[in-house]
């Protein structure tokens, strides 16, 4: 049982490349978030989904998009990216009970 | 929008001693839940300890307790006999009553130092 796992951990790019995150859930849950985290700030809200097929902005959408073709699978995709992307990105899913939000370990964003 | 507010950047404390981190929000929300989180230097988030808004008893997790005061919009928690693994960052976090739509609100964090 991984829980939630993110792959890569680490990623460098230059300005204007294109690359994709992957988040994948054993948990079977519904909903599914993507956060970013920048320095001396808490974590805020990207993208999310309340099921297969389905996604909704969140805080900060902008320069991103998300794809969630299989319920255990959350694709967050930068089309051209910015050094204002460079953060730590986490993906996260919810209890379907308790209220709580699992997340994965996070990836390691750095945009040159 | 809601807004969540930590007002100590950064905390000390004596190993064993006990701490108190604070945090506020702004919500027009009747029912909500709020949240602590840990994140030791591996980045990973850990919940800490939660509470639901319609229950009047503060929550409590082992060394680990809230309090949380609805009507002052007020959520802190304190950890007692602190210990060297408590040192993370913690951050407080909403969640409306949105059902799975309601991503988490964080504020900014308080980085907790535990001397040993």
């Known amino acids: 049982n991984a829980g939630v796992t993110q792959t890569p951990k680490f990623r460098v790019l230059k300005t204007g490349q294109s690359m994709t995150l992957l988040c994948a859930q054993d948990m079977n849950h519904e909903y599914m978030y993507w956060y970013r985290q920048d320095p001396g700030m808490g974590l805020r809200l990207i993208h999310y989904s309340v099921g297969e097929g389905t996604t909704a902005k969140g805080e900060v959408p902008d320069g991103y998009n998300v794809s969630r073709l299989k319920k255990q699978n959350f694709l967050l995709g930068l089309e051209s990216a910015a050094p204002s992307q460079t953060s730590v990105y986490f993906c996260a899913t919810l209890g379907p009970t308790s209220g709580e939000q699992f997340f994965g370990p996070g990836t390691r964003l750095t945009v040159l | 929008a809601q807004t969540v507010t930590q007002s100590q950047p950064e905390m000390s404390v004596q190993e064993a001693e006990t701490v108190t981190l604070s945090c506020t929000y702004d919500?027009?929300?009747?029912?909500?839940?709020l949240f602590w989180y840990k994140q030791p230097p591996s980045r990973q988030m850990i919940l800490v300890i939660r509470q639901e808004a319609y229950k009047q008893q503060n929550a409590t997790e082992n060394r680990f307790s809230v309090n949380f005061q609805k009507a002052a919009k007020s959520f802190s928690l304190k950890i007692s006999d602190s210990q060297l693994g408590d040192a993370a960052m913690y951050f407080c976090?909403?969640?409306?009553?949105?059902?799975?739509?309601?991503?988490?609100?964080f504020g900014k964090g308080t980085h907790l130092i535990i001397q040993p």
């Open positions: 919500t027009s929300e009747s029912d909500y839940y």
């Open positions: 976090a909403y969640r409306g009553s949105g059902g799975g739509a309601d991503g988490l609100t």
